[in-house]
């Protein structure tokens, strides 16, 4: 069974920084692509960010380019995601998502 558990999340101030941490477990987690998704309130899910299996390949939402940066340790099945420069519009429930899968989600909030 898929299991993902997001970590990380919490209240920054605009300019700052998080790193969020999304544990697997139940699956190869080295033969997936993996993702990051977030929702913000009253929104729907938005696509945040993308990793290829071995780490090699990423890709990023317009909005979050430059100042994102996935990546991931097959050797403890974890998935990262570093956020710099955070802004209030970043403020969202993040997800890591494999397939159609997701986990429970870790709260950012961006305000001063």
């Known amino acids: 069974e898929v299991h993902l558990v997001e970590s990380g999340g919490g209240l920054v101030q605009p300019g700052g920084s998080l790193r969020l941490s999304c544990a697997a477990s139940?699956?190869?987690?080295?033969?997936?692509?993996m993702s990051w998704v977030r929702q913000a309130p009253g929104k729907g899910l938005e696509w945040v960010s993308r990793?290829?299996?071995?780490?090699?390949?990423?890709s990023y939402a317009d909005s979050v380019k430059g100042r994102f940066t996935i990546s991931r340790d097959n050797t403890k099945n974890t998935l990262y995601l570093q956020m710099n420069s955070l802004k209030p519009e970043d403020t969202a429930v993040y997800y890591c998502?494999?397939?159609?899968?997701r986990g429970q989600g870790t709260q950012v909030t961006v305000s001063s």
């Open positions: 998502a494999v397939d159609d899968r």
């Open positions: 990793i290829s299996s071995g780490g090699v390949s990423t």
């Open positions: 139940g699956f190869s987690f080295s033969r997936y692509f």
